[in-house]
């Protein structure tokens, strides 16, 4: 069974850093387009960070742009999200997630900032930022 496992977590003052990690199990991911989104208390999910299979493109939300950097070791079959100069605002459960993107990368470019373009979620990783 395909499963995507993330890790680095954790409580942080603001100004502070994180590094996530996530480690798929039973397959190799490193023909598939990657992600990160999170979800706050009582609000919708939403997109972060993406990278192409070949790291060619990383995609970021204007949120975190400047802030996060999202990388990726195909060797070592994991997915990074560094995340540098944390807001209180970042506190959400971060999931990684993995897309087959069947429809290419010109479709993908258009649309990787959509949850239903992901195939594999995680179960997520808590992130929260103190004041």
């Known amino acids: 069974q395909v499963q995507l496992v993330e890790s680095g977590g954790g409580l942080v003052q603001a100004g502070g850093s994180l590094r996530l990690s996530c480690a798929p199990s039973?397959?190799?991911?490193?023909?598939?387009?990657m992600g990160w989104f999170r979800q706050a208390p009582g609000k919708e999910r939403e997109f972060v960070a993406a990278i192409t299979w070949s790291s060619s493109r990383l995609y970021y939300a204007d949120s975190v742009k400047g802030r996060f950097t999202i990388s990726r070791d195909n060797a070592k079959n994991t997915v990074y999200l560094q995340m540098n100069n944390l807001k209180p605002e970042d506190t959400a459960v971060y999931y990684c997630a993995a897309a087959i993107s069947p429809r290419g990368p010109t479709y993908y470019s258009a649309n990787y900032y959509r949850a239903y373009e992901y195939d594999y979620w995680g179960q997520g990783t808590q992130v929260t930022v103190s004041s």
């Open positions: 039973g397959r190799t991911f490193s023909s598939y387009n």
